[in-house]
């Protein structure tokens, strides 16, 4: 199937004030930084990352039909030949500027998402709900940084009707830049929690450089922040100081204008009741949670400023599915029946793990099944993380987790603040780890796994999906 056209070659010239070697190509359909994702036709930058250099893999890009790459002068006449080039001092200083283009060039109504936690749950469900009404460009996973904000603009088709933005930040000042090239209409901040605390003096630190998502916004566009944080008064100044021309709340705040009323299970999602600027309704979230429940209300409220109707936008959130690595679920097979995976292993932060543990708390078991955390150590929370991880204690028995398996030095806090009967294992790394779980697991269980992406919690999901996959229990017992 043929694409279309995402840029003209001229059109490309331009914004990536680039010279041209060999043959510009007519248009390209994509943009690619990847040769393992790169379609054919697309556009390559070969960006130079902490571990390897794009332009060592330009000619592979090309191999892969590749419609021309932008490499700098300094591997310009070693590439030559190879096909199209387009020749820049920088090539992510041109992928910005090519970003830039794309925002300037589109009528699309775009929302910036930040927080500690939810940034990319938040923005799918956007997607989802906005998608009914029209064209609905937004970044893929979590390209939120200094390249996957631009590389997300450069993909966005002229034909955009709605652009959602995900953007985040380790260090104060990282997203004033970002958020400069996306220039939102809206701004959410979904939370704020004790995350990067290695970079940051307080919470109240951490605050003040979320509100930098304010700074970036289109005149007169919307501030919308999470009501129920004590980090709110911070927010809403920073909202002030903005050209901010509205400031929403949301939350289960009485003061919220988007409040959460009820949230109850429903089957594989929940049932939500809501009140959106005085007007009460009731609608299902395809995803369980109150977390999502709550950043639901933040995904109506930017509906309602993006100008759509609420009713359509609520009922399409039945669709929503929570994201591989944030709470996508997997019922497993093993010989005696069947368990609940719960992904959460894409990394972690005391607030989400928190979350975490809650949805794990809030799903039934099976008959005779338990509730099994898998948890590995949350990074970057500078000297308060012996602390952080020994308070996740509370979270473990206010929500019923029957056995903890532990990974790493700082979850070793956790562990031992247990008493013995939900002691299920601690080791060192997750790999030593997984052995221990994969042999614990039971039909009826309900597992969740989550931690930081460096404790490499990950490959623990991914053994139990292989282990227990349905078609080796449907296998084994036709054997």
Request: with cysteine; hydrophobic share 45%.
């Amino acid at each position: 199937m043929t694409r279309d056209q995402l840029w003209s070659g001229l059109g490309l010239v331009g914004p990536l004030q680039a010279r041209v070697g060999g043959a510009l190509p007519r248009g390209v359909g994509g943009v690619s930084i990847d040769t393992r994702t790169l379609e054919p036709g697309d556009l390559f930058f070969a960006i130079k990352g902490d571990a390897s250099d794009g332009h060592d893999f330009v000619s592979a890009a090309f191999a892969k039909g590749a419609a021309a790459a932008v490499v700098d002068e300094a591997h310009a006449d070693a590439l030559a030949g190879g096909g199209p080039l387009l020749i820049v001092r920088d090539t992510l200083a041109a992928m910005q500027r090519l970003g830039v283009a794309a925002r300037e060039r589109t009528q699309a109504r775009i929302i910036a998402v930040t927080g500690s936690a939810g940034k990319t749950s938040t923005k799918e469900a956007l997607r989802t709900a906005l998608s009914h009404f029209g064209a609905t460009h937004a970044s893929a996973a979590s390209y939120n940084n200094h390249w996957g904000v631009p590389l997300s603009l450069a993909r966005m088709p002229s034909t955009s009707r709605f652009g959602v933005f995900e953007i985040g930040m380790n260090h104060a000042g990282e997203i004033t830049p970002l958020v400069a090239m996306v220039r939102p209409h809206i701004a959410i901040v979904t939370n704020v929690a004790p995350v990067h605390l290695e970079h940051f003096a307080s919470v109240a630190a951490i605050a003040e450089a979320k509100g930098e998502i304010f700074s970036g916004l289109a005149k007169g566009g919307v501030a919308l922040i999470n009501r129920d944080i004590a980090e709110y008064p911070i927010l809403e100044r920073s909202a002030r100081l903005s050209p901010a021309g509205h400031i929403v709340s949301f939350g289960g705040s009485a003061a919220a204008d988007a409040r959460l009323l009820d949230v109850s299970p429903e089957g594989e999602g929940s049932r939500v009741r809501a009140d959106i600027f005085g007007r009460e309704i009731s609608f299902r979230l395809g995803a369980p949670g109150l977390h999502l429940a709550m950043n639901a209300m933040a995904v109506l409220a930017a509906c309602k400023a993006a100008g759509v109707a609420l009713d359509e936008a609520a009922a399409a959130l039945a669709e929503f599915a929570a994201p591989a690595g944030r709470g996508a679920r997997h019922t497993l097979h093993t010989k005696k029946g069947v368990f609940t995976l719960i992904d959460e292993s894409y990394n972690a932060n005391p607030a989400s793990m928190r979350a975490a543990l809650a949805l794990a708390g809030s799903t039934a078991t099976g008959a005779h099944g338990r509730r099994i955390a898998a948890l590995g150590d949350m990074l970057e929370l500078g000297p308060e993380s012996p602390r952080l991880h020994a308070e996740l204690a509370e979270a473990v028995f206010e929500n019923g987790v029957d056995l903890v398996f532990a990974a790493g030095p700082m979850m070793k806090r956790l562990y031992d603040a247990l008493p013995a009967e939900r002691q299920g294992a601690w080791r060192d790394s997750s790999a030593e780890l997984e052995p221990l779980l994969l042999a614990e697991v039971d039909a009826g269980d309900v597992i969740v796994v989550k931690g930081s992406n460096g404790s490499r919690m990950g490959p623990i999901v991914a053994a139990l999906k292989q282990r227990f996959a349905p078609q080796a229990a449907d296998a084994t017992e036709q054997a």
